[in-house]
């Protein structure tokens, strides 16, 4: 074995297939995109290339884009700061439910598993303004005045979708933090325990901090899901009203196949995967000092 590993020519062949696929898949393919997104194309017939014409006009007249991002930021704020802590907290408390744990674990991660059209179009009923089951309950509670239009108004609808977001996710968040934790060494709870740490000292000062890394690969996966957030929100408001609730993803949808765009939606695209490289490799460097073994 130390003989194949130490051959360069060996190594080079084992690795030449999946560095092939990569290429064809995914480095080929943005490349591609980056030349499209140099041209005038509308994705049919002829074009002429106009260099950076399309990256000029996304950032000093394109305002939708900005709103775009930042949605996306605000996803990924939410999943990062309310859905994290949530989830790392569910997975804590749920080791004290005994027999009630197995069951519980199912519950959370039903959602994760549903196909997302047909939990996002349980929400859309939900938020339905004369029918949905949210304004029918406030009714009962004799709420009338907290009614609302909640996918058709700007501010409620984004708060809609980052809350429906957010609950589909739970279930893999959940999931990953809970291995986490099954996988803290049980002599770490033993001597804490006969030390006298309480169950809230166990968790705070033994059990999170040696979650770090398990933490930031969760965090990355959050906020790049955040940026690529595409299905939820298309099938919710397709990016309406008034494109209030455009994402990134939904905006180069609207961009290259309902307005024949094609060149400036494969710039959106360049830029998107621009972007989640510099958060990824942000958040890298940024958490690499918190990570701590087990």
């Avoid at 194309?41 to 950076?52: A, K, L, M, P, Q």
């Avoid at 199912?106 to 029918?131: E, G, H, N, R, Y």
């Amino acid at each position: 074995m130390h003989k194949i590993m130490s051959d360069r020519r060996t190594i080079f062949f084992l690795i030449a297939p999946g560095m092939l696929l990569f290429a064809m898949m995914i480095f080929i393919p943005i490349l591609v995109s980056f030349y499209y997104s140099l041209t005038n194309w509308d994705g049919v017939g002829g074009y002429e290339f106009i260099g950076f014409g399309n990256y000029k006009e996304i950032f000093s007249h394109d305002s939708v884009f900005g709103y775009s991002l930042l949605n996306s930021v605000l996803l990924g704020l939410g999943l990062v700061l309310i859905q994290h802590p949530f989830s790392i907290i569910i997975a804590m408390l749920i080791q004290y439910c005994g027999r009630w744990e197995k069951f519980l674990q199912v519950c959370i991660f039903i959602p994760a598993i549903i196909s997302t059209f047909v939990t996002t179009k349980l929400w859309s009923s939900i938020f339905d303004t004369q029918f949905g089951l949210l304004n029918q309950v406030l009714d009962i509670l004799r709420l009338s005045d907290w009614k609302q239009d909640w996918l058709g108004d700007s501010t409620w609808a984004i708060i809609c979708i980052i809350f429906v977001c957010m609950w589909q996710g739970f279930g893999y968040a959940f999931l990953l933090y809970y291995a986490g934790i099954k996988g803290v060494p049980k002599d770490l709870y033993e001597a804490a325990m006969l030390d006298g740490a309480s169950p809230i000292q166990l968790n705070t000062r033994i059990v999170l901090p040696l979650l770090a890394p398990v933490l930031r690969v969760n965090i990355v996966l959050a906020v790049v899901a955040a940026f690529k957030q595409m299905e939820t929100v298309y099938l919710l408001t397709s990016g309406g009203p008034a494109n209030s609730t455009q994402f990134l993803s939904t905006y180069l949808y609207s961009k290259a196949f309902r307005e024949s765009v094609y060149g400036y939606g494969n710039a959106i695209s360049v830029l998107l995967v621009v972007i989640c490289l510099i958060v990824t490799v942000i958040l890298n460097r940024s958490m690499r000092r918190e990570v701590g073994e087990y």
